[in-house]
Nanobody
Framework: QVQLVESGGGLVQAGGSLRLSCAAS????????MGWFRQAPGKERDVVAA????????YYADSVRGRFTISRDNAKSTVYLQMNSLKPEDTAVYYC???????????????????WGQGTQVTVSS
C-alpha cells in the first residue's frame, strides 16, 4: 500500500492556475493507477481526471477537459494536476486516489480506489 499526501491548493482568482501534487510513500507507486477527485460543499465527490500506471492513458471529466492536465512522475512517486483557466465552480476539496493496477487502464469511480489522500482545498474567487 501507499500513503498519499496532496499539496498545492490555495486561493486563486478566476482565470488563474494552480498545480496540485500528490506524493506517495511506498515502493510500488509505479504499479498504481491514480485519480483526482473533488468535492464541493453539499455535493458528491466526483472524478476530475485519472491516469494509468504508465501515464499512457488519461481521462478527464467534461467540465475540466482542455483546462486541466494530469501527469505523473513515477521516479518521484508523484502525480500532478495542472489546473489552468480556473473558474469559481472549480472550488472544492481535491483528493488524489490510487489503486494497484496490472491492466494498464484508468479508473473513474470512487469505489475503484482503495487509497485516498486527506484532500487539499482549492478556492477560486470571481
Amino acid at each position: 500500500q501507499v500513503q498519499l499526501v496532496e499539496s498545492g491548493g490555495g486561493l486563486v482568482q478566476a482565470g488563474g492556475s494552480l498545480r496540485l501534487s500528490c506524493a506517495a510513500s511506498g515502493r510500488t507507486f509505479g504499479r498504481y493507477a491514480m485519480g483526482w477527485f473533488r468535492q464541493a460543499p453539499g455535493k458528491e465527490r466526483d472524478v476530475v481526471a485519472a491516469i494509468s500506471w504508465s501515464g499512457g492513458s488519461t481521462y478527464y471529466a467534461d467540465s475540466v477537459r482542455g483546462r486541466f492536465t494530469i501527469s505523473r512522475d513515477n521516479a518521484k512517486s508523484t502525480v500532478y494536476l495542472q489546473m489552468n483557466s480556473l473558474k469559481p465552480e472549480d472550488t472544492a476539496v481535491y483528493y488524489c486516489a490510487g489503486r494497484v493496477d496490472f491492466s494498464g487502464g484508468y479508473y473513474t469511480r470512487i469505489t475503484d480506489y482503495n487509497q485516498w489522500g486527506q484532500g487539499t482545498q482549492v478556492t477560486v474567487s470571481s
